[in-house]
């Protein structure tokens, strides 16, 4: 195994320096890649942490019908707009896939923002996306028939990408001629911070009078600015609030909150717990709360704590995987990410609070987006999707064969006349070569299994029950 070296490490920067990457990206890297050559392993141990039994519930709050309107005039909503949904199949955006009645991730958000700022005065309420350099270009120009939605502000800034380090010791930045691009790692949510200094957005945001600000995924629709907890952060002069849910077995792998020994409150990633500390990390039970990476922000609180370089100190996650990832024999590497939450053990004073489930409806999978376009999910002219009342509370579950519903164009052939009816369902699975017709309707917990090497196809009208 090779060895540490200056040079190495001095390599890697300076690949990112030369990619021209802003002060901060860099600053904040060659923090994390200092970190690891001293034998940092980014990990939190189980016997550190402190499980969390209760905390503030959004569901108890009220809005301060005086101080609303002001407060979201001093209000930003980010989405973090950087993902390709490649995994689903897509070339492009994956805030620009239509998720329901004809609209996609994107114009959901648009209408979301616009019926906030009629309902309350018609207050600024910019919206401002952190895009790549991928998304950048068609997601501005899908939002641009909606209006100036980022009012004084740049529509967007950009997340930045670090070097993959040659993961042999040395650290040395890979080199992998037959694709540069896979040179580079996306460093992870956590990029906000230094991409907000970087690019001159934060200093904009707080010249124009803007005080607070609400980050979530692009992909979450559940994750609509909340009056309520606006003006309760406001009250309580919050520096730092995460949005965090009941875990169910589905959040077993999802990031889950923790206090330290001394009361400060962490996020832990499954990539930062020892393998003998990986089943209380799953334990639901003891580890009651996962991140829905919605964030709320005090932008001066931020800005003090970010400092004159740009960095705020986050915990490492120290990624391995290949260069290459479709090929499992490329070159082994390390990728340097942190996630945005984890600035909760950064930033004094910083908390949680517990949100609703239907505060966290992301797409992650060709299953959620079923559910979602299905009649289990009504969407309001304002602009937000619930849950429909025929469904009792309770959203029904779909579990599609990857091999045949797993990208997007394979789910679309298949459901190319619509999402059956799920209202009435508990669960639907499909294994196997399904194709369904017009007005299809499940009820209760369906299993439909085309026989191996052939092909299945559900009659229009078809009513599958349990």
Request: hydrophobic share 45%; net charge negative; glycine share 10%.
């Amino acid at each position: 195994m090779a060895a540490v070296s200056d040079e190495a490490t001095a390599a890697a920067i300076a690949k990112l320096e030369a990619d021209g990457a802003a002060a901060a990206t860099v600053a904040s890297f060659a923090g994390q890649l200092g970190r690891l050559t001293a034998g940092e392993l980014g990990m939190l141990a189980e016997s550190e942490l402190q499980p969390i039994d209760e905390l503030p519930d959004a569901e108890r709050l009220e809005v301060d019908a005086a101080a609303i309107a002001e407060l979201l005039d001093q209000t930003v909503v980010i989405k973090l707009n950087g993902g390709l949904g490649t995994s689903m199949g897509l070339a492009g955006p994956k805030s620009l896939l239509e998720v329901k009645d004809g609209l996609s991730f994107l114009d959901i958000t648009a209408r979301q923002i616009k019926a906030l700022r009629a309902e309350h005065g018609d207050a600024r309420l910019p919206l401002v996306l952190l895009n790549s350099f991928r998304t950048r270009e068609p997601s501005l120009a899908a939002l641009a028939g909606y209006g100036r939605l980022s009012a004084e502000l740049d529509p967007d800034f950009l997340q930045g990408r670090v070097p993959k380090l040659v993961d042999d010791g040395s650290f040395a930045p890979v080199a992998w001629p037959t694709d540069p691009e896979l040179e580079w790692s996306p460093p992870g949510h956590g990029d906000i911070y230094p991409a907000l200094v970087g690019s001159g957005m934060l200093a904009a945001m707080l010249a124009a009078g803007y005080r607070y600000a609400f980050v979530s995924n692009a992909d979450n629709l559940g994750a609509v600015l909340d009056p309520a907890i606006l003006c309760w952060i406001a009250a309580e002069e919050a520096p730092f609030v995460m949005e965090v849910a009941d875990r169910t077995a589905a959040d077993r792998k999802g990031g889950h909150l923790a206090r330290r020994a001394d009361g400060s409150l962490v996020l832990r990633e499954i990539a930062q717990t020892p393998e003998a500390d990986l089943g209380a990390f799953a334990d639901t039970e003891r580890h009651r709360f996962f991140n829905t990476n919605s964030i709320w922000l005090d932008l001066r609180a931020l800005a003090a704590a970010i400092g004159g370089d740009g960095v705020i100190d986050l915990p490492m996650i120290v990624n391995r995987k290949t260069v290459d990832p479709s090929d499992a024999g490329s070159t082994a590497v390390v990728q340097l990410e942190s996630a945005i939450g984890a600035a909760i053990a950064a930033i004094p004073g910083a908390g949680a609070i517990r949100v609703p489930r239907s505060r966290f409806l992301p797409v992650k999978t060709s299953d959620d987006l079923l559910v979602l376009r299905s009649d289990a999910y009504e969407l309001t002219a304002e602009g937000v999707l619930r849950l429909s009342s025929a469904c009792a509370g309770r959203a029904p579950l779909a579990e599609l064969d990857r091999d045949y519903f797993g990208l997007i164009d394979d789910f679309e052939a298949r459901f190319a006349q619509g999402a059956p009816s799920l209202v009435a369902a508990e669960r639907l699975t499909v294994k196997g070569d399904v194709s369904f017709g017009r007005a299809v309707k499940i009820k209760g917990a369906v299993t439909v299994e085309a026989a191996a090497g052939e092909a299945l196809r559900i009659d229009d009208g078809a009513v599958l029950g349990d």
